[in-house]
């Protein structure tokens, strides 16, 4: 977040401040009021931020309970699909059942007709057909004409009554079969409602989760620039410390020409401290992390952390530079001001790397050749990654800058 006219107050801070006393004064009081602006316009951004942690917070609570209330809603539904798939498989045994009393009846009513068939052939005379009225006229004597008219009112009577009972269960049989079928139907119906219920109502659980998932993504964005912006404000309020000490050196070589020459060559240093070190150190000293390390937002910056192989991405780089002695920033914030900024055709092993992801040099690593760099990513913890190719590549402005 430093600007352009911070950085380059701080350099005129660097190389001015011992060259004339008067001058020193005014320029340090001059870059201490711009890095007290710049921190106050962090603080304010740093609130915002966490404003707007919060609101996210708050919309995945009611998402969460959306989703909770959905689960319920769910699980009663397949109650209700359970219990009557039960019902229809009921219904259909039912029905199968009514299908064999239809067959078992129609076989019955075949023997009744036959009954009457035999009956009909009993009252027939050589072959030919003979009425009843023939039967009756046919008689005797006056007592056969009453025998029979006796026996057709009986064969008619029991006809009748076998008639009538073939009727009466067929319609008995049908009407069961008709409710079944009903009920079936209704309760197929029923099940078609309920399994279209239950699709929306996943699709809606679906829907809720993705929700989730997109505010978790903002969640984790917004937690990385509140830890960002504490970590920038921590290395504005050092810089600012820095200022105040050179000034109370140089205010105490105005009484002392030789203790101003010695103040002078020990201001003569960066911001920034950066030792001599062994560049293939800085490189391998996270080695034994990799496979072995999980990322970790603001991890790195204790030994808690660092003995368990925690790190973030400008976390880690920091510790590694630290191996040699060389004490840099730990945040991306302010690594992307260290040392000098190179042309990537120039770029060794031991150089800083920085990628633009969820903002501008919002990832950070170190070089190691081959176009290839070490660092500790969202995905694999501490792990050498490619740089000239797939999604590091897309992320790669060609920023780059070296700690001498």
Known sequence: MFGKKILASLIVSSSLLFASPLLSDSVSAETESELKQEREEVQAELAEKKAELETLQEEMVELEDEIERTNEAIELNETTITETTEAIETSQA???ALEADIADLEVDIEKRRDILKDRMVALQKNGGTVSYIEVIFGSDSFLDFIERVTMINKITQSDQKLLDQISDAQAEVETKKSDVEAKLTSLEETMEELELMQAQLENQKEHHQDN????????????QLVRDLELETSDIDRMIENIRAR?????????????YTQSSSSSAAPTVSAGSGNTSNIISAGYKYIGNSTYKFGGGRSQYDISRGLFDCSGYVSWAFRQEGIHIPSSTSGLQYTGTKIAYSQIQPGDIVFFNTYKTNGHVGIYVGNGKFIGSQTSTGVAVADMTSGYWASKFSGHVRRVN
């Open 212 to 223: 989730i998932d997109t505010l978790t993504a903002q969640q984790e964005k917004s937690e």
């Open 94 to 96: 039912e029905v199968k």
């Open 247 to 259: 000034n109370t050196e140089s205010q105490a070589s105005t009484s002392s020409p030789s203790q």
